[in-house]
């Protein structure tokens, strides 16, 4: 019997997961690789913090997904790739064969590197990913602060920064939040009339930006590239995802970041029994288009393709649209909407995201 490996429980293998009880693949043996047996939905992370949500309104379980779909599932996660070879190597040492594979393991935060250019984050830092840890976490966090007034500092002016600083600030209003956004734009993948917006936003709610980086972190406090040093109970790294270290060296063709390349039918550009999805991997003809945006709207899509592929037909390209409508809350129930050169700004907004998000967590429970 021919064997599917689906690598990875991100918003894609969500949908095709949901979607296998009802429309199984003959004659092929499927295996989810997935170290978690629950999807922390990222986009609910941020209601999560500011208090909004219990962690668990924002979780999808794995387990009723794959009932009645005679997937095994394997509670583990990659170390290696030989994709020449069709192996994939497991963290417990054992070697897993495919005639396809899927990857869709979402965003990572590549400790190693982020130690060398911060140096003592390992050891003093609170990571965003894997998020499912940082859910964990969080609540310490908040007790903490029932007894003190903390100084948090969270690095990234990214979308996941910017969110996270005003769910803080609405979580733990006696704490000060600093943003520290790096060289970069602060929301810089948005129109500058976003930007705005949201600089405004954090501004009103009494965050402080700086413009400038953290270059290491001590207990108490994070040093700056300007030679600043920034009084820190609680460091928050909220930078961008790196491609997982384990693509390295597993023959697929890779883009300048080291994420996987993938044609229109969410095909890897190296080998045709590869396919990918998400912030793993990069569109070549639409390089921009790596987020939870884009990765359950290429459910249905990489769905379509695996079942072609192992009936041996050809995949079809999948074309995202051009625009889309990206909802960034404002920690208290109001949020930021833009959809191309576009946006709004409101409680009317929050009200959308937040019947957006619990309507994508209701369409993938079982339980």
């Not at 009084?231 to 890779?254: E, H, M, N, R, Y």
Request: proline content about 6%; glycine content about 8%; overall charge neutral.
């Amino acid at each position: 019997m021919k064997h599917l490996v689906l690598l990875g429980a991100g918003h894609a293998h969500i949908h095709v997961l949901s979607t296998l009880a009802t429309q199984p693949l003959p004659g092929v043996q499927i295996t989810l690789v997935a170290p978690y047996p629950r999807q922390l939905y990222s986009g609910m992370v941020p209601g999560f913090v500011a208090g909004h949500y219990a962690l668990e309104d924002c979780v999808i379980q794995l387990e009723p997904l794959l009932k009645n779909t005679g997937i095994r599932w394997l509670a583990r996660s990659a170390t290696a790739l030989d994709a020449d070879a069709r192996s994939l190597t497991l963290d417990d040492g054992s070697a897993l064969s495919f005639d396809w594979l899927s990857v869709n393991t979402g965003p990572v935060q590549d400790r190693k590197q982020i130690e060398q250019l911060m140096p003592g984050a390992r050891e003093h830092g609170l990571f965003l990913r894997p998020i499912e840890a940082f859910g964990a976490l969080w609540p310490r966090v908040t007790e903490l602060a029932q007894s003190q007034a903390l100084r948090v500092a969270v690095i990234g002016g990214g979308a996941a920064g910017i969110e996270l600083a005003m769910a803080i600030r609405h979580r733990l209003p006696t704490s000060s939040v600093t943003l520290v956004t790096g060289e970069a734009a602060l929301g810089a993948n948005y129109t500058p009339a976003v930007q705005q917006r949201l600089a405004n936003a954090l501004t009103q709610r009494g965050i402080t930006i700086l413009s400038d980086s953290a270059v290491g972190i001590q207990l108490g406090e994070v040093a700056l590239a300007s030679g600043a040093r920034l009084a820190c109970d609680v460091p928050l790294i909220a930078t961008g995802a790196q491609a997982p270290a384990w693509l390295v060296g597993s023959g697929l063709a890779l883009d300048e970041q080291g994420f996987i390349a993938v044609d229109a039918c969410q095909r890897s550009c190296s080998h045709a029994y590869v396919f990918a999805a998400g912030d793993v991997s990069t569109r070549v003809d639409q390089p921009l288009a790596r987020s939870g945006v884009y990765a359950v709207r290429a459910g249905p899509a990489l769905l379509k393709n695996l079942a072609a592929a192992v009936a041996g037909l050809e995949p079809s390209p999948h074309l995202p649209p051009a625009n889309t409508l990206n909802l960034l809350s404002c920690g208290d129930e109001e949020a930021i909407a833009s959809w191309g050169p576009f946006s709004a700004q409101g409680r009317w907004v929050w009200r959308l995201k937040d019947w957006i998000d619990r309507s994508f967590i209701k369409r993938y429970r079982r339980d």
